[in-house]
């Protein structure tokens, strides 16, 4: 996250950080996820690449620093990953997957799932309510990851602004939401994919998940805000 601060401990206990075995028992942290339920997370189709097989990959939750997880982290195995049928690796279109977990997690103070809006939530909630990003990816465009959980707010940007011409100029879709601010330096970034957006709805006193992070140019730069799959548009798939 560029332009975040460290998340206090416990916070967005729906964020799952998706880790790829690079060496004998060596896990290294690739994506961001959403926990949706006991045993699925959602993450973004462009995290896995050609690396389907469930085997590689775990989930990580409940956790707020990856180096020192600590006792109310959990650590899962993956079962199968299903990739949006419909995913398309030029246009980012449909960037969804689900990872269905190898057994159960708990819920708890620092794992619960995420309550997914019923439908589009239209334009007059999205200006009124306080909108953020988090994740364990890079705090700068060509910088680190970050071991502690970061956190941003966001504006939700509306469509024609963010494909207007010296933007991206009609690329963003109306099953893409743009987030973060046009100036630039609040954006996701790179290990970043896959995690969620998460905003306030005063009317439930409840947090939604309403995108996914899935594509940008670069990181926090000025007329390129972050891209995030519509996730509301998905209820039914997922």
């Given at each position: 996250i560029v332009g975040g601060q460290n998340a206090p401990d416990g916070a967005w206990p729906w964020?799952?950080?998706?880790?790829?075995r690079h060496s004998s028992l060596k896990y290294a942290h690739i994506c961001g996820g959403v926990l949706v339920s006991k045993n699925s997370v959602l993450t973004a189709a462009h995290c896995v690449k050609q690396r389907r097989n469930p085997y590689f990959w775990r989930?990580?939750?409940?956790?707020?620093?990856?180096r020192k997880p600590g006792?109310?982290?959990?650590?899962?195995?993956?079962?199968?990953?299903?990739?949006?049928p419909d995913f398309n690796r030029?246009?980012?279109e449909n960037d969804l997957a689900l990872f269905h977990l190898g057994s159960a997690v708990q819920f708890s103070g620092s794992i619960q799932p995420?309550?997914?809006?019923?439908?589009?939530?239209?334009p007059h909630l999205y200006n009124k309510t306080q909108c953020f990003i988090s994740g364990w990816g890079r705090t700068e465009?060509?910088?680190k990851t970050s071991d502690v959980l970061q956190e941003a707010q966001v504006?939700?940007?509306p469509s024609n602004i963010c494909?207007?011409?010296g933007a991206y100029e009609g690329l963003v879709n109306d099953k893409m939401i743009c987030a973060g601010s046009m100036s630039g330096s609040i954006d996701a970034c790179q290990g970043d994919s896959g995690g969620p957006l998460s905003c306030y709805d005063q009317s439930t006193s409840r947090f939604y998940v309403i995108g996914i992070a899935s594509y940008g140019l670069g990181c926090g730069r000025p007329r390129y805000p972050g891209v995030y799959v519509r996730l509301p548009l998905y209820r039914e798939w997922i």
């Open positions: 964020t799952v950080s998706l880790q790829l989930a990580v939750l409940g956790v707020h620093n990856l006792s109310q982290a959990a650590r899962r195995t993956i079962r199968s990953i299903v990739v949006h030029e246009t980012f995420a309550c997914l809006s019923p439908q589009d939530l239209g465009e060509k910088g504006e939700i940007i494909n207007s011409f």
